[in-house]
T-cell receptor, first 115, second 111 residues
Framework: SAVISQKPSRDICQRGTSLTIQCQVDSQVTMMFWYRQQPGQSLTLIATANQGSEATYESGFVIDKFPISRPNLTFSTLTVSNMSPEDSSIYLC????????????FGQGTRLTVV | DAKTTQPTSMDCAEGRAANLPCNHSTISGNEYVYWYRQIHSQGPQYIIHGLKNNETNEMASLIITEDRKSSTLILPHATLRDTAVYYCIVRGHSGNTPLVFGKGTRLSVIA
């Protein structure tokens, strides 16, 4: 199984500020995925981060609001910019191992509260 | 958009089999059926996947209909720790393909 270290695990932030979430994987992976889970909702894919190129964003998510870095094959960051209370969610990173199962592994998530 | 339809919630008595249905009538020939679950406040966890044959592992069994338009996840002896949201996901068998989550089924195992 893949070990994914995600931090911070939780934070309370003032509106208008930005928070950067880090995701570290214990082995090299091609793609890393970022999700948002709003309270009581399912997971929504924000973007796909491929090392060496710009992230690909899903409909409804833009780079100015959620800039992503992918400096190497084991690390990625997601920044939530100019936060508002509507950004209060759990943010999760995920990787897929190219093995027999191609199962996805998830970090434990970052619980963000914007006040 | 998610390609699957699942009941919103289900209850199951502890020790009994939990049968979670999933409809995926638009599945294409090269897509697999994956099941994940999310226990409260944790990241989703892989359970099982299959293409067209029934599959079994230490956690569960997956029964896929012959036309592949629906499937059932079976937890043979549900315990309280199986209380979670269960997601049925259809996707290609590639490491570059993300999971697209639907609303899932909230399974409550009752003592």
């Amino acid at each position: 199984s893949a070990v994914i270290s995600q931090k911070p695990s939780r934070d309370i932030c003032q509106r208008g500020t930005s928070l950067t979430i880090q995701c570290q994987v214990d082995s090299q992976v091609t793609m890393m995925f970022w999700y948002r889970q709003q309270p009581g909702q399912s997971l929504t894919l924000i973007a796909t981060a491929n090392q060496g190129s710009e992230a690909t964003y899903e409909s409804g998510f833009v780079i100015d609001k959620f800039p992503i870095s992918r400096p190497n094959l084991t690390f990625s960051t997601l920044t939530v910019s100019n936060m508002s209370p509507e950004d209060s969610s759990i943010y999760l990173c995920s990787v897929v191992r190219q093995n027999m199962n191609t199962e996805a592994f998830f970090g434990q998530g970052t619980r963000l509260t914007v006040v | 958009d998610a390609k699957t339809t699942q009941p919103t919630s289900m209850d199951c008595a502890e020790g009994r089999a939990a049968n979670l249905p999933c409809n995926h009538s638009t599945i294409s020939g090269n897509e697999y059926v994956y099941w994940y679950r999310q226990i409260h406040s944790q990241g989703p966890q892989y359970i099982i996947h299959g293409l067209k044959n029934n599959e079994t592992n230490e956690m569960a069994s997956l029964i896929i209909t012959e036309d592949r338009k629906s499937s059932t996840l079976i937890l043979p002896h549900a315990t309280l720790r199986d209380t979670a949201v269960y997601y049925c996901i259809v996707r290609g068998h590639s490491g570059n393909t993300p999971l697209v989550f639907g609303k899932g089924t909230r399974l409550s195992v009752i003592a």
